[in-house]
């Protein structure tokens, strides 16, 4: 079935440790986006991306990085420099057309212990 | 600025009873709304969709309202069954691809 796929589901980080967040679609979608959400909150755009080798920050950019190598994933990195990680983080698709839904994985949830 | 705002936070209703979800934007120039509904620890799916040439849809027990006039879209639901607790968030899309979403809406249902 087609859809986007987040791992892991769950995620400890000790403080000082870059941590990695997956996320892979089979949609065929050209656009991949990070958001957080912290609890009782909404979705904040960290980072987006409309094409391969390239992405672009989005509201809350600061402590991440991302990568887009190929179509189908854009993993984010959780760095050292994020001061407050600890949230949940949702990894969405959609095609490039005006008008168009995204796609929502499942999510991570994130914990520094 | 750009914004999505909601009215109530949370929403407590009947079973049975409808339910309607308030949604307020500041964009005039966003052509694209879409509601969410997020369970607990999943991410959100979509509902419905409004494009600004409409001012309303309906779908499976769903209703979506658009009135530009004063900025204010809102989600309807019918016969609210237990299934419907979640939260639910307006976005909008100003015709490129860039999501706003606002805070959401906890819709409770009572047995």
């Known amino acids: 079935d087609g859809g986007i796929t987040q791992s892991p589901k769950y995620l400890f980080r000790k403080e000082g440790q870059n941590v990695t967040l997956s996320c892979e679609q089979n949609l065929n979608h050209d656009a991949m986006y990070w958001y957080r959400q912290d609890p009782g909150q909404g979705l904040r755009l960290i980072y987006y991306?409309?094409?391969?080798?390239?992405?672009q920050k989005g509201d809350i950019a600061e402590g991440y990085s991302v990568s887009r190598e190929k179509k189908e994933s854009f993993p984010l990195t959780v760095t050292s420099a994020q001061k407050n990680p600890t949230a949940f983080y949702l990894c969405a698709s959609s095609s490039l057309g005006e008008n168009t839904e995204a796609f929502f994985g499942q999510g991570t949830r994130l914990t520094v212990v | 600025g750009e914004s999505v705002g909601l009215h109530l936070p949370t929403l407590s209703v009947q079973e049975g009873d409808n339910s309607i979800i308030n949604c307020a934007y500041s964009?005039?120039?966003?052509?694209?709304f879409i509601w969410y509904k997020q369970e607990s620890g999943k991410g959100p799916q979509f509902i419905i969709d409004?494009?600004?040439?409409?001012d309303k849809r309906q779908g499976q027990r769903v209703t979506v309202l658009l009135n530009k006039t004063v900025k204010h879209l809102s989600l309807q639901i019918a016969a609210t069954q237990p299934g419907d607790s979640a939260v639910y968030f307006c976005a909008e899309n100003t015709g490129g691809f860039k999501t706003i979403f606002g805070a959401g809406t906890r819709l409770f249902v009572k047995a």
């Open positions: 409004i494009r600004s040439n409409m």
């Open positions: 964009n005039s120039a966003s052509d694209y």
């Open positions: 991306s409309q094409i391969v080798n390239d992405f």
